[in-house]
């Protein structure tokens, strides 16, 4: 069993569309979350950071950690083509270490005109 | 602020060729570095990681190999290129795992 599990899609939408990305994961050390964005071609960039269990809203964007349940989400609210890229989930444990951060495979996001 | 790059944006390389991609951070000082792999429709696929100048670990044994020969360099090198060598190659700094990394553009590199 992976230590992140993430649905790979593809997912497509209508715009205006309200999005959910979800990850799964096995190993409660894990503290911090995050989101990367990653259009055809380019690097992911970091889209949002979360510490712990609760909500962060940034914009259009929504991310969720659930810690109980092992379960986080972004949402995206009123979806716009320019949104259409890869996603990846990202979470790492409390230590400093350079190693801990995990990541998922990521969910292809395509919203349509 | 700090920025990476990382070069050539595309390479296509004959099987058996050498390679020789370099990655570099402004900005930082001791950043850790990380090489990944991205194949077509796939994860991110780490294959290297350095916290600091000559410290280098492994995570995957194959024909790739890496070095750090200044504090904000990373290159990642084959002698002899495979077909399965080809994919998204990725670089990215961080200042601790726990704070997200930065990547670079990548480099798509082609075997033939």
């Known amino acids: 069993q992976k230590e992140v599990e993430q649905d790979p899609g593809p997912l497509s939408v209508p715009e205006g569309a309200i999005v959910s990305l979800n990850c799964t994961y096995s190993n409660s050390a894990f503290q911090y979350f995050m989101w990367y964005r990653q259009y055809s071609r380019k690097g992911p960039e970091l889209l949002m950071y979360t510490?712990?269990?609760?909500?962060?809203?940034?914009?259009?964007?929504?991310?969720?950690?659930?810690?109980?349940?092992?379960?986080?989400?972004?949402?995206?609210?009123?979806?716009?083509?320019?949104?259409?890229?890869?996603?990846?989930?990202?979470?790492?444990?409390?230590?400093?270490?350079?190693r801990q951060l995990t990541f998922g495979s990521g969910t292809q996001l395509t919203v349509l005109p | 602020s700090q920025t990476i790059h990382q070069w050539p944006a595309t390479l296509v390389q004959p099987v058996g060729s050498p390679l020789s991609l370099e990655c570099t951070v402004e900005g930082t000082s001791n950043p850790n570095l990380y090489w990944y792999r991205q194949a077509a429709g796939?994860?991110?696929?780490?294959?290297?990681?350095?916290?600091?100048?000559?410290?280098?670990?492994?995570?995957?044994?194959?024909?790739?190999?890496?070095?750090?020969?200044?504090?904000?360099?990373?290159?990642?090198?084959?002698?002899?290129?495979?077909?399965?060598?080809?994919?998204?190659?990725?670089?990215?700094?961080?200042?601790?795992?726990?704070?997200?990394?930065?990547?670079?553009?990548?480099?798509?590199?082609?075997?033939?």
């Open chain 2, 42 to 112: 796939r994860g991110l696929q780490l294959l290297f990681y350095s916290v600091g100048i000559g410290q280098i670990s492994s995570e995957v044994p194959q024909n790739l190999s890496a070095s750090r020969p200044q504090d904000r360099q990373f290159i990642l090198s084959s002698k002899k290129l495979l077909l399965s060598d080809s994919g998204f190659y990725l670089c990215a700094w961080s200042a601790a795992a726990n704070y997200g990394y930065t990547f670079g553009s990548g480099t798509r590199l082609t075997v033939v």
């Open chain 1, 51 to 98: 510490y712990s269990s609760g909500n962060k809203e940034d914009g259009r964007f929504t991310a969720q950690v659930d810690k109980s349940s092992k379960y986080i989400s972004l949402f995206i609210r009123d979806s716009q083509p320019s949104d259409s890229a890869t996603y990846l989930c990202a979470m790492s444990g409390a230590s400093g270490s350079a």
